[in-house]
Each structure stands twice: as structure tokens, then as C-alpha cells.
């Protein structure tokens, strides 16, 4: 069984910030592109961003300019800093690994990996 080991998650008020950290394994993190989701009550799991191998990025609109995705080699950890965050981040933030596939992997069934989530909550 793969660990993706999320943590960073936690309430903030809006225009606020916060960084999500994902650990995969040494031999995902080196293989495969990491992306964040997230899942709001009642509402499917959408795409936040994604991270390849190359570190490449790729982002979904409504994020871009206030999320980062990145990749840290020497810990094998991914990066989620996500600043002026919005009552409408509000969800349950997960990380995921994907291998193969056409860049960007941005659907769901793309991912082979998934971690256990970490709460977001933006106050207004």
C-alpha cells in the first residue's frame, strides 16, 4: 500500500495562507507527477494543480496566481502554498500521484495514488 503522507491543513481567516506538504515515497516521488484535489461538501473532487518530474506546472483557473505547486528533491516532498485564500477554498485537500498519462493529468481517474486528505477551512 502507498503512503502519501499529507499534513498542513487547518483554519485560516480569507486572505490568509497556508502550505500543504505531501510525502510520498522516494520511488513515487521521482516517477510520478504529484497533484493536489480538493473535495468541497457535496460537490465532486476537483483538480487544484500538478507537479511533473521535470517540475513542470500546471494549475486550474481558479487558483492560478495565488497557489504554487512545488517539488523539494531533498526531502521528496511536494509543496502546496496557497496564499489570499477565499471562503470557496474551503474543502478537504488531497494529494495524489499519477504515472504515465498525457500532461497535464488534471481528472481524477488519471491518478493511481491517493492520500488521506487534510481539512482547509478559509473563514470570511
Known amino acids: 500500500q502507498v503512503q502519501l503522507a499529507e499534513s498542513g491543513g487547518g483554519l485560516v481567516q480569507a486572505g490568509g495562507s497556508l502550505r500543504l506538504s505531501c510525502a510520498p515515497p522516494e520511488r513515487i516521488f521521482s516517477t510520478y507527477a504529484i497533484g493536489w484535489f480538493r473535495q468541497a461538501p457535496g460537490k465532486e473532487r476537483e483538480f487544484v494543480a500538478v507537479v511533473h518530474v521535470s517540475d513542470s506546472t500546471y494549475y486550474a483557473e481558479s487558483v492560478k496566481g495565488r497557489f504554487t505547486i512545488s517539488r523539494e528533491h531533498l526531502k521528496n516532498t511536494v509543496w502546496l502554498q496557497m496564499n489570499s485564500l477565499k471562503p470557496e477554498d474551503t474543502a478537504v485537500y488531497y494529494c495524489?500521484?499519477?504515472?504515465?498519462?498525457?500532461?497535464?493529468?488534471?481528472?481524477?481517474?488519471?491518478?493511481?495514488?491517493w492520500g488521506q486528505g487534510t481539512q482547509v477551512t478559509v473563514s470570511s
Open positions: 495524489a500521484a499519477s504515472f504515465g498519462g498525457t500532461w497535464p493529468q488534471y481528472l481524477v481517474s488519471e491518478y493511481d495514488y
